[in-house]
């Protein structure tokens, strides 16, 4: 399985001939839709979920199929058969892959802020894409991606996050907010300048692959 990284919290999942894009939001350049057999929407928000290029992908497509909650689910009003609803607990199969669901609700930013809807996906018994959660899944984890920047989150808990997770191997996510400091910052504290952790930490720019 190959991985690429589509800026901020986008990933592309490709085995042969089969590709998965998740959370392509409004950071995500369009052309992370190329040749994609169906999406994945970890939650709602605009970072992870742009209806209008998201509907665009898909009238471009007839074959594109997409894969998420109840509530995003609800903005997405008339996809008939190539919508499909999960949540937590659910195992399906998506364009030949192997998805477990993990979760249910969002990380909180703030008691006074109503948490909404948040699924994780794991694919293929390989990649873990959280969305905007400290999900922890009940089984191992080879890849874990690690949203390493956000309203809600502190660098404290994120070391604490990989720990507990206690991947082969993790790669940062949701970053496109960070300026080449943060980004370096965070990923020392997350890696090797950091009080440590069991699983060996990197980022991947927009752009770049790596095989699982």
């Known amino acids: 399985m190959e991985l690429t990284k589509h800026g901020h919290a986008c ?15 409004a950071f995500t350049e369009p052309t992370a839709f190329e040749g994609a057999d169906a999406v994945l929407i970890t939650h709602e928000h605009a970072d992870h979920f742009e209806p209008e290029r998201l509907r665009a992908a898909l009238d471009a497509d007839p074959r594109l199929e ?11 009003e008339g996809l008939g058969g190539r919508l499909h609803v999960v ?15 993990h979760g249910e609700l969002h990380a909180e930013v703030h008691p006074d802020i109503p948490r909404i809807a948040n699924i994780g996906f794991f694919v293929g018994g390989e990649v873990f894409h959280p969305g905007d959660a400290l999900t922890v899944p ?11 920047h956000a309203p ?11 720990r507990a997770v206690h991947a082969d191997q993790a790669f940062a996510v949701h970053d496109g907010l960070l300026n080449e400091a943060g980004l370096g ?8 300048r950091g009080p440590g952790t069991p699983t060996p930490f990197s980022r991947l720019a927009p752009g770049d692959t790596t095989e699982l």
Do not use: C, K
């Open 11 to 25: 990933v592309v999942l490709a085995d042969g001939d089969r590709s998965l894009v998740i959370d392509p939001g």
């Open 66 to 76: 997409v894969w998420t909650n109840t509530s995003v689910a609800a903005r997405l």
């Open 87 to 101: 949540g937590h607990g659910d195992a399906v199969t998506v364009a030949g892959f192997d998805v477990q669901v």
């Open 138 to 148: 009940d089984e191992p984890v080879p890849t874990l991606l690690v949203p390493m």
């Open 152 to 162: 809600w989150s502190r660098t404290a808990d994120l070391i604490d996050y990989v």
């Open 185 to 192: 910052v965070v990923t020392g504290l997350l890696g090797e």
